[in-house]
């Protein structure tokens, strides 16, 4: 039976980095991966470019039910200090809206970091990891390839999230294998779904974007919405997901800024003749406007139009109040909103606090980074603890 100081299992983009870091301090490590090939949801993020970081990573880009607990690895290893190592190998990237970094040529290039960093380490990638128990020695992995003994045993497993990549929710099987509490894993940066009759009003719009500001309770975002055959989609949409639960209702504000009511009343007084569908497209895509002032009766001149129907109108521009039916689910969610819950880990190491050498990174922990970078800069940071604590 082999022995190795760190096993860990999950070669994504926490575990590569974790390996990466005991690695450099003379830890004997071994990774393990289920998956065909290692860190596939690097491949494909950023539509193939990878969008590694960003410029502007702090605590509040980050949700969990105890938001405290990123800030130290967050702070120990920041957004400054990947960037760094991707200076570092001379890799070219750029700076997209709102500081999200994302690599000139193919994603393959921060794998390829990682693994030059992690040199030394053993990995075996295909491999089914059956079993984990914990001794006196340390942990035993049981495995289809045979039997693995580590002192430490650290799980980069992630979520369940867009499972075509391999991704399981094995990491909560031996979370709770160890009696660790897990906070319900649920789809986070998705689309999200409406019922067929509020689909049927919406018919038509399909395909039809603009900028918009979501909101849920006190928490909003102004960034692209898009209308989809299924519901809602876009950054805007995407990132008050992981927000959003079944039964809850969001406000949509379809044009930020503008005082839609002051707007259509001033065009009343300034152009009575024009239809108010016509003023209301100087502002919002055609079909879009159209289908508002259908929904609203607000389907005539503006000389002809009551200020309580131009009101109405104005709330559901300014104040769109929609309660989805679901999301499309963990097949097409980006990342796992909770996870292992953060009060049985250490924020400093990412250690159980009742199972001493056991650690959970990344995904697979209760900390959600926003859309643009932000959960890759989790990964690196708890990676990155976890490694030098290992």
């Known amino acids: 039976m082999s022995h190795f100081d760190v096993i860990i299992i999950g070669a994504g983009a926490a575990g590569l980095m974790c390996a990466a870091e005991a690695n450099r301090r003379g830890r004997n490590v071994l990774l393990l991966d289920q998956a065909e090939k290692i860190a596939q949801k690097i491949f494909i993020s950023g539509g193939g470019r990878c969008n590694f970081t960003n410029l502007y990573a702090t605590p509040e880009n980050f949700l969990s039910a105890n938001p405290h607990f990123c800030v130290s690895a967050l702070a120990r290893y920041t957004q400054h200090d990947f960037i760094a190592l991707v200076e570092k190998h001379k890799i070219a990237y750029h700076e997209r809206d709102h500081g999200q970094l994302f690599c000139d040529g193919p994603a393959w290039q921060i794998t390829d970091i990682l693994m030059a960093e992690a040199r030394g380490t053993d990995i075996l990638i295909s491999i089914d990891v059956q079993r ?77 974007s603009l900028d918009a500001t979501a909101t849920h309770g006190k928490t909003s975002f102004t960034e692209a919405l898009l209308f989809t055959h299924r519901g809602l ?47 209301l497209s100087n502002l919002l895509p055609r079909a879009l406007a159209h289908r508002l002032a259908d929904w609203t009766g607000c389907q005539g001149r503006l000389a002809d139009t009551t200020d309580k129907s131009l009101r109405r109108l104005a709330e559901h521009c300014n104040g769109w109040r929609i309660t989805p039916s679901g999301s499309e689910g963990m097949r097409t969610a980006e990342v796992t909103v909770g996870g292992v819950d953060t009060k049985e880990l250490s924020s400093q190491t990412l250690e159980c606090r009742s199972v001493p050498g056991l650690y959970f990174i990344g995904e697979a922990v209760d900390v959600t980074g926003h859309l643009g970078g932000f959960n890759f800069q989790w990964a690196w940071a708890s990676g990155h603890a976890c490694g030098q604590a290992v």
């Open 132 to 208: 984990v128990s914990k001794s006196e020695e340390g942990f035993t992995v049981e495995t289809d390839r045979g039997t693995y003994q580590g002192t430490s045993l650290v799980m980069a497993t992630g979520g369940p999230s867009i499972p075509k990549m391999g991704s399981t929710g094995f990491g909560y099987e031996v979370a709770k294998q160890f009696a660790l509490n897990v906070i319900e894993p649920r789809p986070g940066l998705v689309p999200l779904t409406f019922d067929a009759e509020t689909m049927a009003r919406l018919d038509g719009l399909a395909g039809v």
């Open 233 to 279: 989609s876009g950054p805007v949409i995407l990132q008050i997901s992981s927000y959003w639960r079944p039964g809850d209702t969001l406000t949509i504000d379809l044009l930020p800024g503008t005082d839609i009511f002051d707007h259509l009343k001033t065009a009343q007084k300034n152009e009575p003749r024009k239809e108010v569908r016509t003023i």
